[in-house]
């Protein structure tokens, strides 16, 4: 008895949990577009107008950016201005509480065919760097050695700590601005 009660609690927990990390991550990565120079230079391929989906299927929480040009991401929230052209899709709740609680690596998660890419994939190789890139900037490197493939060798602590404060305190500008609006 108590587990029915408890179990769609927890549902309801993940569910707003990773719709909380979809809103901080979409931010982020125009933050990061901002910051990071190798983001830019990473993102500078994509096409003017690429937008990039990440949702939980089949109408769960997501993010939704756009590539404006010169590297950077506009944040649209959970639907974006048009279909978009790069869709990456948790099949589970659960499967993207994993990754976006860092118990599980992105890529494991399409190992394990937790996750769906739907548009071209070397667009999805590159926005996979992109927000590995987000990841060991933000957060903790014990944490960030555990959600990305491969910890940068180059990336020093003082780079971090800076690139880190200027994206967090693009992510709460912008948050605030969204509340103003």
Same mark, same amino acid.
């Given at each position: 008895m108590l587990t029915k009660r408890i179990q769609p609690m927890a549902f309801q927990a993940r569910r707003m949990y990773v719709g909380v990390m979809f809103q901080v991550m979409g931010r982020a990565l125009q933050a990061v577009s901002e910051v990071d120079a190798a983001t830019r230079e990473e993102a500078r391929v994509l096409p003017d107008g690429f937008t990039f989906e990440m949702m939980v299927m089949p109408d769960g929480p997501g993010l939704v950016v756009e590539h404006i040009g010169g590297g950077r991401f506009r944040y649209h929230g959970a639907s974006g201005p048009k279909t978009p052209d790069l869709s990456i899709q948790f099949?589970?709740?659960?499967?993207? =509480?994993?990754?976006?609680? =860092?118990?599980?690596k992105t890529s494991v998660a399409f190992a394990n065919d937790r996750m769906l890419v739907d548009g071209d994939i070397s667009y999805a190789i590159r926005m996979t760097r992109v927000l590995n890139r987000l990841e060991t900037f933000i957060l903790p490197k014990m944490v960030a050695e555990r959600a990305v493939k491969e910890y940068p060798s180059d990336l020093h602590l003082s780079e971090k700590l800076v690139s880190a404060a200027r994206i967090y305190l693009k992510v709460a500008t912008n948050l605030v601005e969204t509340e103003k609006a």
């Open positions: 099949k589970h709740i659960a499967h993207a =509480f994993l990754v976006l609680s =860092f118990q599980e």
